[in-house]
Nanobody, 122 residues
Framework: DVQLVESGGGSVEVGGSLRLSCVASGVSVSYYCMGWFRQAAGMEREGVAIIPDSGAPTSYGASAKGRFTVSRDNAKNTLYLQMNDLDPQDTAMYYC?????????????????WGQGTQVTV
């Protein structure tokens, strides 16, 4: 089984930046699609960014384009999300997710491994 642990969340001022990390353990995720999702209070979970095992091409949700960058280091079994120019609408719990094989877009249903989340407050 894959265990995912997120870190890097916190409180930040409008216009600030944060870098989230997600460390995977249990198995190598080198052949997994991985992604970031977020869920604001009272809202459904939405896709932020996904990245295939090769690192490209990446896909972003509309709110993340131009501000967020997803990357991965397969040697470290780690996924990252660099978030810049944050605004209050980015306030949410951010989750790391993984699925073996190909990516299938920003929907939550294809992902069967999830972390516990890290809170981002702007």
């Amino acid at each position: 089984d894959v265990q995912l642990v997120e870190s890097g969340g916190g409180s930040v001022e409008v216009g600030g930046s944060l870098r989230l990390s997600c460390v995977a353990s249990g198995v190598s995720v080198s052949y997994y699609c991985m992604g970031w999702f977020r869920q604001a209070a009272g809202m459904e979970r939405e896709g932020v960014a996904i990245i295939p095992d090769s690192g490209a091409p990446t896909s972003y949700g509309a709110s993340a384009k131009g501000r967020f960058t997803v990357s991965r280091d397969n040697a470290k079994n780690t996924l990252y999300l660099q978030m810049n120019d944050l605004d209050p609408q980015d306030t949410a719990m951010y989750y790391c997710a993984a699925r073996q094989g190909s990516c299938y877009g920003l929907r939550t249903s294809p992902y069967n491994y999830w972390g516990q989340g890290t809170q981002v407050t702007v």
